[in-house]
T-cell receptor, first 113, second 118 residues
Framework: GDSVTQMEGPVTLSEEAFLTINCTYT??????LFWYVQYPGEGLQLLLK?????DKGSNKGFEATYRKETTSFHLEKGSVQVSDSAVYFC????????????FGSGTRLSIRP | DGGITQSPKYLFRKEGQNVTLSCEQN?????MYWYRQDPGQGLRLIYY???????QKGDIAEGYSVSREKKESFPLTVTSAQKNPTAFYLC?????????????????FGAGSRLTVL
């Protein structure tokens, strides 16, 4: 079945460092891919998405490119801030409905001042 | 601003008691969902509803029940039959396919309810 694999956390970086959080997936066809972010004590919110191969999703300085050849959707940011400390979830769905979304296990990111 | 309101934020329950978690949305979304989040795990779908008066089991429905009497509301009851109920519960909503294809697979989440069984 479909699945999402994220790099294990926690990831700890200093402010202004470059961030990469790896995400690979297994799915037939061409799923839509998502990154959601969960700030402490809150629910998840959509960070970015991509719906077809080579699409780049971007938001708040974060980027991720849909790589069909490597089945990956790695999250990157050039210069992280303390306010980026959160848990990041990679997700996918092959369907138009949200009822079949599959989430990764999440990666906790902590940024030191 | 539109959004999803979950209550209570924290809840303590004794073993053997049923508890009901509230979820209300004013986004005019047809579809609503309940997820369970455990430490180090992704979200697991408990129940979802695509339309009023209809709902379907998700991956881990045993020990839970829901109702969808109004479009805005989708309460979750954690029954005494749920063997390991201590968790963080998240309610979400989305457009349905009938509300337009764009964005029907994007979830909007509430802030969550943390249930602890004593």
């Amino acid at each position: 079945g479909d699945s999402v694999t994220q790099m294990e956390g926690p990831v700890t970086l200093s402010e202004e460092a470059f961030l990469t959080i790896n995400c690979t997936y297994t799915a037939t066809g061409y799923p839509s891919l998502f990154w959601y972010v969960q700030y402490p004590g809150e629910g998840l919110q959509l960070l970015l998405k991509a719906t077809k191969a080579d699409d780049k999703g971007s938001n708040k300085g974060f980027e991720a490119t849909y790589r069909k050849e490597t089945t990956s959707f790695h999250l990157e940011k050039g210069s992280v801030q303390v306010s980026d400390s959160a848990v990041y979830f990679c997700a996918l769905t092959r369907y138009s409905s949200a009822s079949k979304i599959i989430f990764g296990s999440g990666t906790r990111l902590s940024i030191r001042p | 601003d539109g959004g999803i309101t979950q209550s209570p934020k924290y809840l303590f329950r004794k073993e053997g008691q049923n508890v009901t978690l509230s979820c209300e949305q004013n986004l005019n979304h047809d579809a609503m969902y309940w997820y369970r989040q455990d430490p180090g795990q992704g979200l697991r779908l408990i129940y979802y509803s695509q339309i009023v008066n209809d709902f379907q089991k998700g991956d881990i429905a045993e020990g839970y029940s829901v109702s969808r009497e109004k479009k805005e509301s989708f309460p979750l009851t954690v029954t005494s039959a749920q063997k390991n109920p201590t968790a963080f519960y998240l309610c979400a909503s989305s457009l349905s396919l009938g509300q337009g294809d764009r964005g029907a697979n994007v979830l909007t989440f509430g802030a969550g309810s943390r249930l602890t069984v004593l």
